[in-house]
């Protein structure tokens, strides 16, 4: 079987955004590829069974393949699923579903796309790393890590050494998120260990704020807020910045659509007063990305007419205004089938900064 393990050193390094846009570019150059995520921990339902939400991401966005779960995401670990199975060990069963989902991958394309689930250690409690089910698979790596010097070789040599105890070889590497005033320096010192290692750089993706941004209802999810008023398309505005207290002003680094509103429902008119005032003495229409409305009390109905009227979309929280500040700096915004621009922008970095004929050769 023609395949690649894309795995990544931990959660949040960009392991989805960069599988996403090697499909779509080998998709581009006509290479029949199919997709599955052998093992995976958050889902959705489709069809009565549980699914990855990458699966259903990658079917949804790519349109290339109907979703079927058996297929694309034969294990799931859910809540509680690991307790249940260290009781009683199933990994027998487990390894023949990841196993009938590749044959029928394999009669249906010419090459295959794994997709990795946390850092390679994730399942081992299970008996079903990361190393291991590439070791299954009979498949190569690909290992999306952050870019940096030394942390990255470090986190690089000890995922490395999981995947050589399974005799599984990683090929390629990319370096994800690295900032583009250290991309020369990360490449000078990194790209020589990574050969001398046996491993090829396919490429630095460089750091993109468009990718780390929250849209509105990422902000309502982890904030456990309510959304009082707003156009259902404002849900998927991204906010650059949160704007904490009744009379904070812009930083100016971000676009005022893009600005988030946090404030205490007592402060609610005056805030939104103050921001108007700021506008007009800079010239510029009176534009947030929302107002996110905290602790408890009444709201004001005048303050809630001009957003209304302006299209600003108003959240409400239980959570005082430093709480939903802290819940929203731990947000980490994730691509998903609600965000077709990020979905799109992935793909063209990808497109744009990995070397594609070192990844060609790898699926040969």
């Known amino acids: 079987m023609k395949s690649l393990y894309i795995a990544a050193t931990s959660q949040h390094v960009g392991k989805t955004t960069n599988t996403l846009g090697m499909l779509a570019a080998l998709q581009k150059r006509d290479v029949k590829v199919g997709y599955s995520k052998p093992l995976g921990q958050q889902f959705h339902t489709v069809k009565g069974k549980r699914v990855d939400k990458d699966a259903v991401l990658f079917s949804e966005t790519l349109k290339t393949f109907e979703l079927i779960p058996d297929i694309h995401s034969p294990v799931i670990l859910g809540p509680g699923d690991t307790a249940e199975l260290l009781d009683d060990p199933k990994t027998d069963v487990l390894e023949r579903k990841i196993l009938h989902?590749?044959?029928?991958?394999?009669?249906?394309?010419?090459?295959?796309?794994?997709?990795?689930?946390?850092?390679?250690?994730?399942?081992?409690?299970?008996?079903?790393?990361?190393?291991?089910?590439?070791?299954?698979?009979?498949?190569?790596?690909?290992?999306?890590?952050?870019?940096?010097?030394?942390?990255?070789?470090?986190?690089?040599?000890?995922?490395?050494?999981?995947?050589?105890?399974?005799?599984?070889?990683?090929?390629?590497?990319?370096?994800?998120?690295?900032?583009?005033?250290?991309?020369?320096?990360?490449?000078?010192?990194?790209?020589?260990?990574?050969?001398?290692?046996?491993?090829?750089?396919?490429?630095?993706?460089?750091?993109?704020?468009?990718?780390?941004?929250?849209?509105?209802?990422?902000?309502?999810?982890?904030?456990?807020?309510?959304?009082?008023?707003?156009?259902?398309?404002?849900?998927?505005?991204?906010?650059?910045?949160?704007?904490?207290?009744?009379?904070?002003?812009?930083?100016?680094?971000?676009?005022?659509?893009?600005?988030?509103?946090?404030?205490?429902?007592?402060?609610?008119?005056?805030?939104?007063?103050?921001?108007?005032?700021?506008?007009?003495?800079?010239?510029?229409?009176?534009?947030?990305?929302?107002?996110?409305?905290?602790?408890?009390?009444?709201?004001?109905?005048?303050?809630?007419?001009i957003c209304e009227e302006q299209g600003i979309p108003v959240i409400t929280t239980d959570f005082d205004t430093y709480q939903a500040v802290v819940k929203m700096s731990h947000l980490v915004a994730k691509i998903d089938t609600k965000s077709p621009a990020k979905v799109q922008r992935a793909i063209d970095l990808f497109e744009e900064n990995i070397d594609m004929e070192k990844l060609l050769k790898l699926v040969e």
């Open 101 to 305: 989902a590749a044959e029928t991958l394999n009669k249906d394309y010419e090459f295959t796309l794994y997709e990795g689930t946390g850092h390679p250690g994730v399942g081992s409690v299970v008996g079903l790393s990361n190393a291991r089910v590439a070791e299954l698979l009979e498949t190569r790596v690909v290992l999306v890590l952050e870019g940096g010097i030394g942390n990255t070789i470090d986190r690089l040599a000890l995922c490395k050494a999981l995947f050589d105890a399974h005799g599984v070889q990683i090929v390629g590497v990319i370096l994800n998120k690295v900032l583009p005033q250290k991309m020369d320096k990360i490449r000078q010192y990194v790209e020589p260990w990574i050969e001398a290692n046996g491993m090829q750089l396919l490429g630095l993706m460089p750091y993109d704020s468009q990718l780390v941004y929250p849209s509105i209802k990422h902000v309502v999810k982890v904030v456990k807020g309510e959304v009082i008023s707003g156009a259902k398309e404002t849900m998927n505005t991204l906010v650059h910045e949160a704007l904490a207290g009744g009379t904070s002003s812009p930083s100016g680094e971000h676009p005022p659509e893009n600005l988030l509103l946090v404030v205490s429902r007592g402060r609610f008119l005056e805030s939104l007063h103050h921001q108007q005032t700021l506008a007009s003495e800079q010239g510029r229409d009176f534009k947030l990305a929302g107002v996110m409305l905290t602790s408890k009390g009444h709201v004001s109905s005048k303050a809630l007419k």
